[in-house]
């Protein structure tokens, strides 16, 4: 058979000319940056600073360790659980409605925890009304840069990450001048006072369909397709004529869009919901009501639940890769958090350091995090890394440094190696709500990000409360530590087979695409 045969059997492609709309990279999405990493710095760093804030009052309230407890774990509960109300909440309004309103929470809870009188006030303020408001930040300023950056989206979540490095590490010094000169109740006006600037800085994030980018490409039709829609064009249904095969071969033309959107996700990297099914159903009614001699295809109305599955998007969880995904990230998560609130009793305890000594490693861990929230972004960037790669090799760099760490005592190791461990750890800050965006659609987002809150506020607690029963019940920080790097094992354990399943099936689509187009 010649090759002008073998042509002429390959049904030939059709290719159009189509302006697409794309994410600015840029442009208006430096600004929405700038404003979410001021929001950061007055807000999100308020969880570093209670104890250095609160930890007085509490005890003039008869409050020891056990009530900075019930407080702090009241705050982190609300952040995260607020994740999934943010991201249904988002669905409804806009990223900047739910950002404005959160930034508007965590002022409320700060000016209002400065007239606490007993720890129930407290509670109510500290943990109700700034751990809602930083859950809402948090998942909307994410959404946000979502939308605005594509090639870039590590390198921007990484400079808007900054903000709460930056915070963390100026905003200590801020709060003891206010407590010295101005009180407990002083300090949380004015703390009040600063947090207002988050409110600006949130009203810079405009809706990215404003900046938009305009660009034409080439797109290859599908020919079933493309005969599929001009055989439509011409077809009647009647009231006298019409079947059931006719109605649902109707309604099969009018899910072409979610047809086409499969066609674009890979495998199962995308998870869809049933949400272009019933707009395909809607676009069919509307289709058949446009004749008087038409049917018109009855839609079923969604119950209370129904709606609310769809609203929180919970066939994400019909995934077993999302979930792998969001059980991994809360680990990590979990593994770092819980490292940190041990180190400083390590270097104090075993390496024997005084409260200087402590606060300059503590600090040089703060500043390494600033520098590999701005430098490894861009190689990422850079290279096209997926975001679980970075996570794996960052977790692998973790369990490394901080195995080696917890033998250490010299007081110049210990500054490096407390660097070293920062400049790692920004890493799975930056990561690991990009992680879970790569692998649901621009409109799942809000949903996917809220429930990976969830699960870490799920994991967590008892994750957190196991690792802190392991140091006490056998008395080594060593146990401790290799505990932590434990949950980091399990998350590689879980992510290194099914990003290499996943390596090999893209391999596997692309070769068959470079062969269809050899055959062309």
């Known amino acids: 058979m010649t090759i002008m045969e073998k042509n002429s059997l ?16 840029g442009g208006w999405g430096w600004m929405v940056l700038l404003g979410v990493a001021v929001c950061n710095i007055f807000n999100q760093s308020m969880l570093s600073l209670f104890s250095l804030l609160y930890g007085d009052h509490l005890e003039a309230m008869g409050h020891k360790t056990s009530g900075a407890a019930i407080v702090l774990s009241t705050m982190l509960f609300v952040t995260n659980f607020g994740g999934p109300i943010a991201g249904a909440v988002l669905k409804l309004t806009s990223p900047r409605m739910v950002s404005v309103t959160g930034a508007c929470l965590c002022t409320s809870g700060i000016f209002l925890s400065g007239y606490s009188t007993n720890i129930y006030h407290l509670i109510l303020t500290y943990g109700v009304l700034l751990g809602m408001g930083l859950g809402f930040v948090q998942n909307a300023s994410f959404v946000a840069i979502n939308s605005y950056f594509k090639l870039k989206k590590s390198r921007a979540v990484g400079l808007a990450n900054v ?12 709060v003891r001048f ?17 947090s207002l600037n988050g409110i600006g800085g949130t009203l810079l994030i405009q809706p990215v369909e404003w900046h938009m980018k305009k660009v034409e ?42 047809l086409g ?7 199962d990297q995308k998870f869809s919901s049933n949400k272009e ?9 509307n289709g058949l009501n446009g004749n008087n001699n038409t049917v018109a295809v009855s839609k079923p109305k969604q119950g209370l639940v129904k709606k609310l599955y769809d609203l929180f998007d919970i066939s994400l969880l019909s995934s077993p890769r999302f979930i792998n995904i969001i059980i991994g990230t809360s ?12 180190y400083p009793f390590f270097l104090q305890k075993v390496a024997d350091m005084d409260k200087q000594q402590t606060a300059n490693c503590m600090s040089a861990v703060a500043l390494a995090d600033i520098a590999g929230r701005l430098i490894l972004p861009v190689f990422q960037d850079k290279y096209r890394i997926k975001a679980r790669w970075m996570l794996i090799m960052t977790s692998i760099w973790l369990i490394v440094v901080r195995q080696i760490l917890a033998y250490q005592t010299n007081q110049m190791v210990l500054l490096a190696m407390s660097s070293i461990y920062g400049f790692g750890r920004s890493m799975v800050i930056v990561a690991r709500n990009i992680a879970i965006s790569e692998q649901v659609r621009m409109d799942q987002v809000p949903a996917a990000v809220g429930l990976g809150m969830l699960t870490m506020g799920i994991i967590v607690p008892p994750a957190g409360y196991f690792l802190g029963w392991i140091r006490d019940y056998t008395g080594s920080f060593v146990a401790s530590i290799t505990a932590q790097n434990l949950l980091l ?13 996943l390596r090999k099936s893209e391999k596997q689509k692309k070769k068959k695409e470079q062969e269809l187009i050899r055959m062309t």
């Not at 206010?178 to 600063?194: D, I, K, M, T, V």
């Not at 099914?277 to 009614?285: C, M, Q, R, Y």
């Not at 680990?331 to 041990?342: D, G």
């Open 10 to 25: 390959v049904p030939s492609q059709r290719v159009e000319k189509r302006v697409t709309l794309i994410p600015p990279d």
């Open 163 to 174: 903000g709460t490095g930056v915070g963390q590490t100026v905003m200590p010094h801020l």
């Open 178 to 194: 206010l407590l010295e000169n101005y009180g407990f109740r002083g300090a949380c006006l004015l703390l009040s006072g600063l």
């Open 217 to 258: 490409e080439d797109v290859i039709l599908d020919e079933k397709l493309h005969l599929l829609q001009t055989q439509h064009k011409d077809i009647v249904l009647r009231k006298d004529s019409i079947t059931k095969k006719e109605i649902y071969s109707g309604l099969g033309r009018s899910t072409e869009s979610s």
């Open 261 to 267: 959107k499969e066609k674009q996700t890979d495998g």
């Open 277 to 285: 099914f019933t707009n395909g159903v809607k676009s069919t009614e």
């Open 331 to 342: 680990l990590a998560v979990t593994s770092i958090q819980n490292f940190s609130m041990l």
């Open 489 to 501: 094992v399990v998350l590689l354990a879980t992510w290194i087979p099914d990003m290499l399943l």
